[in-house]
């Protein structure tokens, strides 16, 4: 009999996020949805006069934030309960409830921002005077202006912005078929026992010392995939098609430039990335030939690239265990950084288990003036102990910007978001082999540290080159049906991996399961954001207080600047090629201490 989920009633509360200190109850939640109407309405009531009266101008503008902050938070509430468990009509209702407000809303007031452009730069600083809260806006108001060749009319924006609903169907539909409705068949396991295959389990599956373990289930989960390749096909072209007309509709030259720019950040910082990635190739050709060596294959293949090479040395790792451990390694942060974890831990701010009808991975969101969330699939195993370690910096840098920012620059920049992030793993990582002389135990942690390397800055890259080449080809006016998708994806497995890889024909399904790829150019800064915490992580361990202090500033920054600005205040610049090579040299580094750990 096959092992099955539990049921999200199954798990224990103390292992399931506090929602109720979100809202106490859901009338709370239909009040706040209730006053975010009541704002808009006041708002709009206020358009004629807004610009022409600096007191009206700041009273919208609170107002604008307030409303924003309201359906924010109504909406973060939503989507922590409906993504526990898919399953439930009731919480998936509430989400699309909060989703549909947020687009009338957002639509409604769209006229806002436009409005306020018509504002010279003399007017703003007179008004300034004669309203002197207006002054908070500067920064809005600057960066309001950066965007403001890619602003159209009032009219155009407010149609622009009712059409954002129907644009997230694609990953709507997506992350329902791969979080609710795809069933994956049985494999049987190194014990014999038949285990249902999840996209939660799949990765431990890849993990298991058991090749035909890792064999069938690598091929029955991809083939479950691509019996409906033309219909995920379908789906992917529908969001790239959604992203050119976004682009388009803004005066980009492009999709990857109007995505990047959202963020303040130049193509240049995307081309980078790729250009110095592919320049290193070498490296990750080298890693796969001592993989391939350690674990005495004639042949690599894909279903070999997650399982340790130095299996002996995994282990079982409880959940109490990683928790203590996360909090040892993360000491070099500070006593008031080790506080906010311990508090975190402590009062319900993760959700542990996967059960049935989860979402799948593992994320972390905030929410303004409560505490941030953190979902989590455990494992029990080293992996999940850093993947909470992840998932906790990107939590605490929710943390240190809510409470140093106002809500309006809270919200820091997603170029940004994987350096906290990352920086916690590396400390992990270091504390890890700071504390063992085993040589086997020392192998293990560089592999996995090495992995890190491997499955973020490298795999990251070439989903981002994947992204660049299929985006550029609709944009061309190509088709990107099943066939041209599994032809792009798979050129560039072979690629990145190498001669000392097989590049099992299944792998060319694998762009139909990544949800990244409907998050418009997202991946990309998992890569930059990687070399920033390694450089970041690294001057911290070195040099101690005056790094710590820098990077706390960095991390209570929001988006008080543009965020290659702010990370600059952390030692790094991104804006060159510099902190990728020298991620890339690390890497480099790790290689021969591994060679020669397993010669000894």
């Keep these: 009999m096959a092992k099955e ?3 999200r009633s199954e798990i224990r509360t103390e292992d399931t996020w506090a929602l109720e200190d979100i809202y106490p109850s859901l009338a709370d939640w239909e009040a706040d949805l209730a006053r975010a109407e009541a704002l808009a309405e006041e708002i709009t009531s206020r358009r004629q006069q807004m610009t022409k009266d600096a007191r009206a101008l700041l009273v919208c503008l609170d107002q604008y934030q307030e409303c924003r902050q309201r359906l924010a938070k109504a909406f973060a509430y939503a989507c922590r309960a409906a993504d526990v468990d898919t399953r439930n009509n009731d919480n998936q209702a509430y989400q699309q409830k909060i989703t549909s407000l947020r687009v009338q809303l957002q639509s409604r007031l769209a006229f806002l921002e436009p409005e306020v452009l018509t504002i010279s730069e003399e007017l703003w600083q007179q008004y300034k005077e004669e309203a002197p809260g207006l002054s908070l806006y500067d920064l809005w108001f600057a ?3 950066r965007k403001k060749e890619h602003m159209l009319s009032p009219q155009l924006e407010e149609l622009l912005v009712s059409s954002g609903e129907v644009c997230q169907t694609p990953s709507q539909v997506f992350a329902m078929f791969n979080n609710a409705d795809v069933q994956f068949p049985e494999v049987t396991d190194e014990t014999g026992e038949q285990v249902r295959i999840t996209v939660g389990r799949y990765v431990p599956l890849q993990c298991s010392s058991d090749r035909r373990v890792r064999k069938e289930a690598f091929e029955k989960f991809f083939t479950t995939y691509g019996t409906l390749e033309n219909t995920l096909a379908a789906v992917y072209s529908g969001q790239v098609k959604q992203q050119i007309f976004q682009a388009r509709a803004r005066s980009y030259a492009s999709t990857l430039e109007a995505a990047v720019d959202a963020n303040d950040v130049s193509p240049k910082v995307y081309d980078n990335l ?6 290193n190739l070498d490296k990750l050709h080298r890693y796969m030939r001592l993989r391939k060596k350690c674990l005495g294959l004639s042949e690599l293949h894909m279903y070999d690239l997650y399982v340790p090479i130095v299996a002996e040395a995994d282990r079982r790792v409880p959940f109490a265990e990683a928790k203590e451990t996360v909090q040892n390694a993360l000491a070099p942060l500070g006593e008031r950084y080790g506080a906010i974890v311990a508090e975190g831990f402590a009062n319900r701010w993760i959700d ?8 799948t991975g593992a994320y972390a969101a905030g929410v303004y003036g ?4 953190v979902l989590l699939n455990y494992n029990e195993n080293l992996d999940s102990m850093f993947t909470l370690a992840h998932e906790m910096g990107h939590a605490l840098h929710f943390y240190f910007s809510n409470q140093a920012q106002p809500f309006v620059y809270s919200n820091y920049k997603i170029f940004v978001a994987e350096v906290a992030s990352t ?3 590396v400390l992990l990582v270091e504390y890890l082999l700071a504390h063992t002389k085993e040589p086997k135990e020392r192998a293990y942690l560089i592999n996995h540290f090495l992995e890190n390397f491997r499955q973020t800055l490298y795999r990251q890259t070439m989903f981002a080159e994947y992204e660049q080449i299929t985006n550029q080809m609709a944009e061309r006016g190509e ?4 066939e041209a998708l599994k032809r792009v994806y798979y050129d560039l497995n072979c690629k990145y991996y190498g001669p000392d890889v097989v590049a099992d024909e299944e792998i060319a399904w694998e762009w139909c399961r990544i949800p990244h790829f409907y998050y418009n150019f997202y991946v990309y800064q998992y890569a930059t954001g990687f070399s920033a915490a390694v450089a970041i992580a690294r001057r911290i361990l070195e040099e101690g207080q005056p790094a710590l202090e820098k990077y706390l500033q960095f991390l209570s920054g929001g988006c008080s600047a543009a965020p290659v600005e702010l990370l600059k205040l952390a030692g790094v610049d991104l804006s060159t090629k510099e902190p990728i090579q020298a991620a890339l040299d690390v890497f480099g580094d790790l290689i021969g201490e591994l060679e020669q750990l397993m010669e000894a």
Aim: proline share 3%; with cysteine.
């Design 274 to 279: 790729v250009t110095v990635v592919n320049e």
């Design 352 to 359: 542990v288990w996967e059960n049935q009808g989860k979402r």
């Design 479 to 482: 088709s990107l049906t099943a």
């Design 5 to 7: 989920l539990a049921k």
């Design 143 to 145: 960066q309001l202006r």
């Design 370 to 373: 409560v505490h941030p969330y």
């Design 423 to 425: 920086c916690n793993e």
